[in-house]
């Protein structure tokens, strides 16, 4: 069984900083891409970006600039660092992996439970 949880939601003021956390573990045997989605209220949910394990990372152009993903492969954990946040950041941001089981050959995505990010103006 897997499990991803996040922290480090909050509600911060426009122009402030937050760094979200997301930790997997289970029975993992490798762990490929990790990121971070974020949605809205009757809004679909929007790839933020997301990080290779190599390190090769890409985002949404909403955030270039500003967010940084980085990870820990020791420790299966992926960082979604905010800077310059903006009230339209404000969302729900649920962390993702896509990753293979000691028991399993195929490589599946799994989901954080979301954590509230709140910008206000």
């Known amino acids: 069984q897997v499990q991803l949880v996040e922290s480090g939601g909050g509600l911060v003021q426009a122009g402030g900083s937050l760094r979200l956390s997301c930790a997997a573990s289970?029975?993992?045997?490798?762990?490929?891409?990790m990121g971070w989605y974020r949605q809205t209220p009757g809004k679909q949910r929007e790839l933020v970006g997301r990080?290779?394990?190599?390190?090769?990372?890409n985002y949404v152009d909403s955030v270039k600039g500003r967010f940084t993903i980085s990870r820990d492969n020791a420790k299966n954990t992926v960082y979604l660092q905010m800077d310059s946040l903006k009230p339209e950041d404000t969302a729900v941001y649920y962390c993702?992996?896509?990753?293979?089981?000691?028991?399993?050959?195929?490589?599946?995505?799994?989901w954080g439970q979301g954590t509230q990010v709140t910008v206000s103006s």
């Open positions: 289970g029975n993992i045997f490798s762990i490929n891409t």
């Open positions: 993702y992996a896509v990753l293979t089981l000691y028991s399993e050959s195929i490589y599946t995505t799994y």
């Open positions: 990080i290779t394990r190599g390190g090769i990372t």
